[in-house]
């Protein structure tokens, strides 16, 4: 049985370099090449892709919004490409139902076993990226904590924080309040660019 796939790329000689390797495989189809996010995601909520594959930087939160949208819908996988990663996307797709990540300088066949891999249900993350997903150097702040920060740097409010965390409101607080004392900030704002000067998020 074919695996259909939807590419996603928003550089042409990228997109078309990729769709060209993928059409050599037989077992490949690639049923789209698209350059935005929003084809990306209209694609696949009318055409159910088995496998959507994803370039990105590594750094483009909406990038990994239409992710996670895509990875939602029935019959629908998320393979993410990535040029360079920071440790909090990493981790954000770790976390989610992103089915897998492979740097872009991997090998043909390396992305080929991916696929196929994520195709049949299981999840593929580069052990290095595995690594960046749960190492913090000298963080002194909880995975949790980070989620909470991580959140918090997007803007997203108190209530918003607790709802997509599955939190109270209260024991947000208490997570900021918290991390506020660990990293001697002078408040949340200033928590948070502690955080990022150091890289954690």
Not at 30 to 55: C, G, Q, T, W
Not at 82 to 90: E, F, I, L, N
């Amino acid at each position: 049985m074919g695996i259909d796939v939807l590419v996603f790329d928003d550089l042409h000689l990228s997109r078309s370099a990729l769709t060209a390797l993928l059409e050599q495989r037989d077992e490949i189809r690639v049923a789209a090449s698209v350059d935005s996010n929003l084809a990306a995601l209209e694609f696949a909520e009318l055409h159910r892709p088995d496998v959507a594959i994803i370039s990105f930087e590594g750094r483009d939160n909406e990038t990994i919004e239409i992710a996670e949208k895509i990875a939602s819908l029935p019959h629908c996988r998320t393979l993410l490409l990535a040029t360079a990663c920071t440790r909090s996307v990493v981790r954000r797709a770790f976390t989610g139902d992103i089915a897998g990540m492979v740097r872009r300088s991997a090998s043909p066949r390396r992305l080929f076993e991916a696929i196929h891999l994520v195709h049949q249900g299981e999840r593929v993350f580069d052990p290095e990226l595995t690594v960046a997903a749960v190492a913090n150097g000298d963080c002194p702040l909880t995975t949790r904590q980070l989620a909470v920060l991580e959140h918090l740097s997007r803007g997203d409010t108190v209530v918003e924080i607790a709802g997509q965390l599955c939190l109270s409101e209260g024991t947000v607080r208490n997570y900021l309040s918290s991390m506020v004392t660990k990293l001697g900030a002078r408040n949340r704002i200033d928590a948070l660019r502690i955080a990022r000067d150091a890289h954690w998020i």
